[in-house]
């Protein structure tokens, strides 16, 4: 008899194979083509980012190609492959189906490499790319949902994830319909409804909700915190993603009150979250400091904040799409990113020792998990990574090239030594 996992045969009994471990390979070769994609955009963004500087706007195929990179590349990537250890991890199973989450990983890859090369080569790589993309995404959505019916639970991990995944799988419709819209129509009088639609789903549902849900099961854990998830978190992440689906209804229909209410409520749940974590932090029972983490928890009320203030605006005074550029640029580079990077100094050790030190004699001499990277580097490295995306945004706000390059070649400075520290979690 074979393990699935392990390839031992054994002619007694197949060796039960820890359900973090189930996937592991898969998830690593997630985790991998996604910080390769995120360095490769990262240096790409030297040349790139004073093109934008110049022309004051990302509404181009270089900016697109850019975007996409990050997004589909980098941040979603990486996300699905977290999601599928985490799934197991809190339900106490093993994904639904191992293959299908290969097959997906190999659609998906295909997919979006096909639609940033049309966004520079072609239009109609970019539906052929959405395409594949879209199978993927569909894939992913049954594996995840047949994980969850076969565990037959319910809890409010099921519950943002599944609100995030309906977002993705909403935000990769209306870019193909963007897609088929500039390959073979040109623009439509609905371009600019859809892509708004395909923002708010995508930056706002998918990857924002993402990280909400994603914080509140993983920040007690590296905090090690009393705090549990009760019927608030239902209602802050219902709340949030209620916000999402009224702003995309208000731009259809043109309701600008609804807009203000889908801001308002969006503000009130992002400040209950904001409340939510802190205590997470206040009911710490660890004496250790948590290291790069503590990165990604400032930066969620300092996001909520930039959201504030970009809402307030565009009610006040109207929509201003150079506005929104500038925090789409901040969202993607100075909070999925860093946040994706400090979540994984937690995960790769997690995963890796797990791995590596599976029987009772290993774990003997196992080396300790907080000593597996050097947390305290890594932070300021981390640090070093946002002051270099700041420089970025203020020579795009001042209209300065030269003062875009440097924040951005600073970046991929601290990025190269950031990963190279993360990579260093397999020398065990």
């Known amino acids: ?93 093993s994904l639904f189906s191992r293959g299908m989450g290969y097959i997906q990983f190999v659609l998906y890859t295909l997919g979006y490499l096909s639609m940033i090369t049309g966004f520079l080569v072609g239009e109609k790589l970019i539906v052929i790319g959405g395409i594949s993309v879209a199978a993927a995404v569909l894939l992913y959505a049954i594996n995840l949902a047949m994980t969850f019916i076969r565990k037959k639970e319910w809890n409010v991990f099921i519950f943002g994830v599944g609100l ?3 977002a993705l799988i909403l935000t990769i419709s209306l870019g193909i319909r963007m897609g088929l819209s500039f390959a073979y129509e040109g623009y439509s009088d609905y371009y600019d409804i859809i892509l708004g639609s395909h ?40 709340g949030y993603h209620a916000g999402v689906w009224f702003q995309a209804i208000a731009l259809w229909w043109s309701l600008d009150w609804l807009a203000m209410g889908a801001s308002m409520l969006m503000f009130i749940t992002l400040g209950w979250f904001i409340k939510y974590i802190y205590d997470i932090r206040k009911l710490s029972r660890s004496k250790r400091p948590v290291g790069v983490v503590s990165i990604a928890l400032h930066l969620i009320p300092m996001m909520s904040v930039m959201f504030l203030l970009w809402n307030g605006y565009d009610i006040i005074y109207g929509s201003h799409s150079q506005l929104l550029e500038i925090l789409i640029t901040i969202l993607v580079l100075g ?53 270099g995306i700041v420089i970025v945004v203020a020579g ?17 400075g601290f990025t190269i030594i950031y990963l190279i520290e993360l990579s260093r979690t397999f020398r065990y």
């Open 1 to 93: 008899m074979t393990d699935s996992a392990t390839g031992a045969t054994t002619n007694t009994q197949v060796k039960k194979v820890a359900s973090n471990l189930y996937i592991l390979r898969l998830s690593m070769l997630y985790f991998a083509v996604g910080m390769v994609m995120f360095l490769v955009a990262m240096v790409a963004g030297v040349w790139i980012f004073p093109e934008l500087v110049e022309f004051q706007s990302m509404r181009n195929p270089k900016g697109w190609f850019l975007a996409h990179l990050l997004l589909l590349g980098w941040a979603t990537t990486v996300a699905m492959g977290a999601n599928f250890q985490l799934v197991q991890v809190i339900m106490r199973t």
């Open 164 to 166: 995030s995944v309906i």
């Open 199 to 238: 923002l708010w789903f995508g930056i706002a549902g998918w990857l924002s909700g993402f990280i909400l849900i994603f914080s509140v099961k993983l920040l007690p854990m590296f905090y090690v915190s009393s705090k549990k998830p009760g019927s608030n978190v239902y209602w802050i992440i219902g």
């Open 335 to 387: 909070w999925f990113s860093p946040t994706i990077l400090s979540y994984l100094s937690k995960i790769l050790p997690f995963l890796w020792w797990a791995h590596r030190y599976q029987t009772r004699e290993e774990k003997k001499n196992a080396v300790l998990l907080t000593n597996m990277l050097p947390e305290r580097r890594m932070t300021l490295e981390l640090m070093g990574y946002l002051i």
């Open 396 to 412: 795009y706000l001042l209209e300065i090239p030269l003062l875009a390059v440097i924040g951005q070649i600073a970046a991929v």
